[in-house]
Structure formats: structure tokens, C-alpha cells
């Protein structure tokens, strides 16, 4: 096989990965998972009725009127600027505390009925997703290096092979996550300190044009 060819069979399964991890970061959560928010959140809605709580009781109070107990009445206030012209500012509220307290059940019932209904692939478990994701990013390092150095030895047999323009900076100067440089890389910097311009207007022009690699910490 051709440094090319080699270098594409690499670029295929390094793609697979990239793949891989964004359906791991964008899938959607199983579907126990799902209806564990749907209970969290009628659980939640419910215990945000407390005004409803203390308006039912106010009625056992002897001088209490049925009247006067608004017992469902959902009140707010919206700041309207004064001015020449009358402003209509949008107000939002909900009525999902007063209907989880008092059909807290149904609700619940109703929306886990429709998460069973839905036909979709679920993701990994979110629990799993962290050591998952930390595999298939090793793996991904591991592919990467040896594209580097295949890339390398094409460079050294007069056969150069464009890096991708996607190729992680940390890999090409070979440097690990607590901040050291392997060998190559700092051969790669002396490389390319050594084959900078003698004349100064050349190398000012050549500074100015070069995107510095970020590169991490």
C-alpha cells in the first residue's frame, strides 16, 4: 500500500470515531431514563403547589369563606413601562403545579403511557457515556499518532502527505495532556526555527501570516 493509502485507511477509522462520539454526545437517553424525568418532574410540579396547599387549608379555618380561599387562581405581575404609547409586555405562568396537584397521577400515567409509545434508538445510559467517551478518545489518539507518523516517514521518502485540516495540534508536536513535548515535536519546532528567512522583511511577513496552534495546557 501507498503512504496515501495507508494514510486514508486511517482517516476512514479515525472518522468512525469522530462519528461514534458525537452520536454519544447528541443520542437520546434510554427509555427508563426518560421516564425517570418525566416522575422528577410531576414530583417536582407538584410540591411547587404549596400556595394550593395553604389555600386549602385556610378553609378549615371557622371564619373561612369558599369565596375568598382562591384556591386554583393563578396571579402575576408584569412592569409595564410608562409612556405615550400604551405596551403590551408578554407575561408567562403555569398552571402545571395546580393540575400535578391535583391529578398528579393521571399526568404521570398519561405522559409515561406516551414515552412508551415512542419509537426511537436510545443512546448508552448516561452513566456510561463518561468512560465510554474516554475510550474512544484514546482510541482516536492512537490512530491519530500513527497517521502523524506515517505522514513523517511520506515527508522523509519525498512523498508528502497534507495533514488534515482538523489534525489536532497536541498530536502533530506529540504532546501529552500534562504539557510535555515528546521528541518529535520538538524536533518539528528546531525544524522549523532553523528554516526560517535570514532576511528580517521576509521573516516579519511570514510571522504575520502564521495562525499560532492552540494548544492545550
Known amino acids: ?11 476512514e477509522e479515525i472518522q468512525q470515531v469522530n462519528e461514534e462520539l458525537k ?5 437520546p437517553i434510554t427509555k427508563e ?10 414530583r417536582v410540579e407538584t410540591n411547587n403547589a404549596e400556595d394550593v396547599d395553604r389555600r386549602l387549608a385556610y378553609l378549615r379555618h371557622p ?12 396571579s402575576t405581575r408584569a412592569h409595564v413601562p410608562g409612556g405615550t404609547h400604551p405596551t403590551i409586555a408578554p407575561v408567562d405562568f403555569s398552571i402545571a403545579p395546580q393540575l400535578a396537584w391535583l391529578f398528579g397521577d393521571q399526568i404521570k ?21 463518561p468512560a465510554r467517551r474516554k475510550q474512544l478518545e484514546q482510541n482516536r489518539r ?3 499518532e500513527k497517521e502523524e507518523a506515517l505522514i513523517c ?28 513535548m515528546g521528541a518529535e515535536g520538538e524536533r518539528k ?5 532553523q528554516s526560517q528567512p535570514s532576511d528580517p522583511a521576509v521573516s516579519q511577513a511570514i510571522g504575520q501570516s502564521i495562525i499560532p496552534l492552540a494548544l492545550p495546557r
Open 153 to 180: 516517514e511520506s515527508e522523509e521518502a519525498n512523498t508528502p502527505v497534507h495533514r488534515r485540516a482538523d489534525a489536532d495540534p497536541a498530536v502533530v508536536l506529540g504532546y501529552e495532556k500534562d504539557g510535555v
Open 109 to 129: 400515567q398519561t405522559l409515561l403511557a406516551k414515552v412508551d409509545a415512542m419509537d426511537y434508538v436510545p443512546g448508552l445510559p448516561l452513566a456510561e457515556r
Open 189 to 193: 519546532v528546531y525544524v522549523s526555527r
Open 142 to 144: 492512537v490512530l491519530e
Open 33 to 42: 431514563e426518560f421516564k425517570a424525568r418525566v416522575v422528577e418532574w410531576v
Open 23 to 27: 452520536w454519544l454526545e447528541d443520542s
Open 63 to 74: 371564619d373561612a369563606s369558599a369565596h375568598r380561599s382562591a384556591m386554583l387562581e393563578i
Open 1 to 11: 500500500m501507498t503512504f496515501v493509502q495507508k494514510i486514508n485507511k486511517l482517516r
